[in-house]
């Protein structure tokens, strides 16, 4: 019969254990964020995939094509084309693809460029269904941005 009032006691003891937690976290603000609705605010340090910045005073990219990001990226993810123009002091860029399927984030290419042209994009919401819907043409995006 002893057995049966301990088991009782120990029973009672961890619901009211339990119940004090719960009622000490129901009296706490509520962190949870309805994410529909309301978006997290990214830190200045986040890493999204990358993007072409915009040259102030011309409004296009600053890529000088060099091609110094294709050549670091130990992922293999960016190709990148130009040709140049005729009466044009520099080549002008024509092509800046970036497969995200194979990105490692790791932030080489933003690190070796010489004239700062790509960065880190604050992009963090990237849903697809197919692996094409990964696959950025971001000198297509930098134009779509500057309308």
Do not use: W
């Not at 990358?50 to 600053?62: A, N, W």
């Not at 984030?105 to 992009?123: H, M, N, Q, R, Y």
């Amino acid at each position: 019969m002893s057995g049966y009032f301990q088991e009782l006691f120990t029973g009672s003891k961890s619901l009211l254990v339990g119940l004090g937690i719960t009622f000490k976290y129901m009296l706490k603000p509520v962190i949870t964020l309805q994410y529909p609705r309301r978006s997290v605010k990214m830190t200045p340090r986040f890493r999204g995939h990358i993007d072409l910045v915009r040259d102030e005073e011309s409004g296009s990219d600053k890529c000088i094509v060099c091609g110094m990001c294709q050549k670091n990226c130990p992922s293999n993810c960016i190709t990148v084309a130009g040709e140049k123009v005729e009466g044009a002091k520099k080549k002008s860029l024509t092509l800046y693809r970036l497969d995200f399927t194979r990105c490692s984030l790791c932030g080489i290419c933003v690190e070796s460029c010489p004239t700062g042209a790509i960065d880190f994009s604050k992009d963090y919401n990237l849903a697809g269904r197919r692996r094409e819907a990964y696959v950025f043409d971001l000198k297509k995006r930098l134009e779509e941005q500057r309308r």
